[in-house]
């Protein structure tokens, strides 16, 4: 899918999903966007997913050093850790979300407080506010809630492409039933997280055919103004309970089509 110029790929598709007794899955989403001579990631995903993000960028013959820019929505270890991984990469993150996650003691449970340090030091390190272009045609804005400085990246898309905008919300509404509600079940504010929820309603339905990007779901397009989500879920554990190493059990986690 094509908006602005930019190519989409979504590498890792989010998943929403806690476990009972392990805490957060923290499979979230990471998307490629290539265009107007530029590689970037929106979200670097969490250490898990090293090995299945340079294989997914292998088989779009995309290495990591190609990556020009990294994108980061906000600094939770399932968004940001991986940043490492692109030698090569200018790295743009919320002015106000770096701010607070430098402030924060050490052991908080979701930011990685070495990464996060190690991250402030960078020489290609950009720190951005509301409104400002971070690439050619794509802008961030301010959508707080999830955390004190989480952004939204909007990419308008153009007259001669089939589809609207794409909004990569990220954790801003990680789950439909978010966007649903007008509400999250991880913010340190329920206003201002309904605040930032109807923001990003208000830029959804600009243009028909807009696609929006959660956090830990699927891509979602407006359907007689309901999201709705495209394609299936693909998510599920292997556990190996038996006597062998064969001897393996799947539990599909999928869950219905669209919705």
């Given amino acids: 899918m094509h908006f602005g110029g930019y190519r989409l790929d979504i590498l890792v598709q989010g998943y929403p999903g806690k476990t009972r007794r392990h805490g957060g899955l923290g499979w979230s989403t990471v998307a490629l966007l290539r265009g107007h001579g530029r590689v970037a990631i929106v979200d670097t995903g969490g250490f898990s997913m090293r ?5 997914a960028l292998q088989h779009l013959d995309v290495q990591p050093g190609d990556v020009t820019d990294l994108l980061l929505t906000h600094l939770h270890y399932d968004h940001m850790i991986n940043w490492t991984l692109f030698p090569n990469a200018r790295i743009t993150v919320g ?4 701010g607070w996650a430098l402030g924060l003691p050490m052991g908080d449970p979701i ?3 070495f990464y996060v340090r190690e991250l402030a030091l960078h020489p290609k390190l950009s720190t951005v506010g509301d409104g400002a272009e971070v690439l050619p045609g794509i802008t961030a804005y ?4 999830h955390t004190p400085g989480h ?5 308008p898309g153009r007259d001669d492409e089939t589809h609207g905008d794409l909004l990569l919300v990220q954790d801003a509404a990680k789950y439909r039933a978010e966007l649903l509600l007008r509400a999250a079940d991880m913010t340190f504010d329920a206003a201002i997280t309904a605040a930032s929820i109807e923001r990003i309603w208000g830029f959804w339905r600009r243009r028909p055919g807009s696609l929006l ?9 407006l359907q007689d103004g309901v999201p ?5 879920a693909d998510a599920a ?3 190996i309970m038996g006597e062998t190493l064969t001897d393996r059990t799947e539990f599909d986690l999928a869950g219905p089509p669209g919705g």
């Fill in 228 to 232: 709705t989500r495209l394609g299936r």
């Fill in 95 to 98: 002015q106000t979300e770096l």
């Fill in 151 to 155: 952004l939204m990246f909007l990419v």
């Fill in 111 to 113: 930011v990685p407080e």
């Fill in 51 to 55: 090995r299945i993000i340079v294989e």
């Fill in 142 to 145: 301010l959508v707080p809630g």
């Fill in 237 to 239: 554990i292997i556990a």
């Fill in 213 to 221: 990007v959660p956090g830990h779901d699927q891509p979602m397009v």
